[in-house]
């Protein structure tokens, strides 16, 4: 490998993106951005040479590969890292990709199988994991039906979602299942009832090439976006996590970057969730290593691990949902303490402008949302999410 290398972001609005960004460049690497939103973090980062405009995947997937194709050529990229959802469509188009450098995805059936909670289920249990209870619901009928035989709590999602969008807990579903408030599953968009495990979440990041691990971190949830993402990050050291992900990508001869969810119940069996194969937050916790930064091309040495336990935040997301989340004295003093031993991932003193960007950027999304009746998140995925659509 030499020693500098010409690497293509794609997802430059997530923070992940931008600490991937700034990690590739601290290591001496050059570092491109595609993006199809207007306003993104990576768009003034020091650590980013050049910043493109690309048509919006999931609007216009033919042209979004057309797009890429021509900046790896004229930018003479060596590898290309997809970062959020428009993965999916990388991945459909790798065939076309590889002719102008390498790229760090899977094909789409193996990604289709991962994103996919139900098909995922299935495949962490050949490995030996504990699943929760799950049944796959194509209609309201299906859906009552499964409630009425749940015991105890169950949880709700869609088979294809992000950021815990539209899951429900239902802690007594015998009870609910004549609600009209219940989602209506079809065919083309199917739902799970699954088993509610009680318990703290753990959730982890790794790259992987050819079934063995390059990178590998994992974290406990503390603090959450509602439901959803993490905005706290701590590397736990969990050997039962780190043990099922390096058999996972091992059984798989995996290739590329693969994130899981756990839930550890109250005693001590970890229930495995589900998988985004793709970048997540458990990054921000490798922030200043230059070593981790090899882990995303084909070197196979060590397995590259957080260095300490540093703890990184979303400090604005801290300060909203984190705060909001405070329902007595003992919560409220832990907060403040977590709150002023974090490290904000999104300042940098060498590169500041990706802190002050993320305000118009929320800007544009808030208006996004007035203009169309969506929540901010909704439309923060809009252009780039993937449901099992067809190629």
């Known amino acids: ?41 990576c768009q003034h980062s020091r650590y980013v040479e050049r910043s493109y405009q690309v048509p919006p995947p999931r609007q216009e997937p033919d ?66 994991a504990l699943v929760p209870q799950t049944v796959r619901v ?34 007594n579903p015998s009870s609910a299942a004549g609600q009209s408030t219940l989602p209506e599953p079809t065919v083309r968009q199917p739902w799970l009832v699954q088993q509610f495990i009680k318990g703290k979440q753990v959730c982890s990041y790794a790259v992987a090439h050819d079934g063995q691990l390059t990178l590998y971190a994992d974290y406990e949830t503390t603090y959450t976006a509602g439901q959803g993402a993490s905005i706290h990050f701590v590397y736990s050291d969990h050997p039962q996590v780190r043990d099922f992900v390096s058999r996972f990508v091992q059984q798989h001869t995996f290739s590329g970057q693969i994130a899981f969810d756990f839930m550890e119940n109250e005693q001590g069996e970890l229930y495995v969730i589900e998988c985004n194969p793709r970048l997540t937050s458990g990054v921000h916790l490798f922030a200043g290593q230059q070593e981790a930064a090899t882990a995303y091309f084909s070197d196979r040495g060590k397995t590259v691990v957080p260095a300490g336990k540093q703890a990184c935040m979303l400090g604005m997301a801290m300060l909203t949902y984190g705060l909001a989340g405070m329902t007595n004295g003992e919560k409220a003093k832990r907060w403040v303490s977590d709150l002023l031993s974090a490290r904000d991932v999104l300042f940098r003193r060498d590169d500041p402008r990706p802190f002050f960007d993320q305000f118009s950027m929320l800007a544009d999304l808030a208006w996004q949302s007035f203009r169309t009746r969506k929540s901010m998140i909704a439309c923060s995925t809009s252009d780039i999410e993937w449901n099992g659509e067809e190629a």
């Not at 020693?3 to 960004?21: D, F, I």
């Not at 194709?69 to 590889?98: A, H, W």
């Open 1 to 41: 490998m030499n020693t500098k290398q010409s690497v293509l972001l794609t997802g430059g609005r997530a923070p992940a993106t931008l600490e991937l960004a700034r990690l590739l460049g601290s290591a001496g690497h050059r570092v491109i951005v595609a993006e199809s939103a207007r306003r993104h973090l």
């Open 63 to 128: 042209a979004y590969i057309e797009k890429l194709c021509e900046i790896m050529q004229r930018e003479r990229i060596d590898l290309l890292i997809p970062t959020c959802e428009e993965i999916f469509y990388v991945s459909r188009g790798r065939d076309r990709l590889l002719d102008f450098g390498e790229v760090l995805v899977e094909g789409i059936e193996v990604l289709r199988s991962l994103h996919d909670k139900w098909l995922f289920a299935e495949m962490a249990r050949e490995v030996g």
């Open 138 to 171: 194509q209609s309201p009928v299906q859906l009552r039906e499964a409630m009425l035989q749940a015991r105890g709590p169950v949880v709700l999602k869609p088979v294809y979602s992000r950021f815990a969008a539209h899951v429900q807990i239902v802690a």
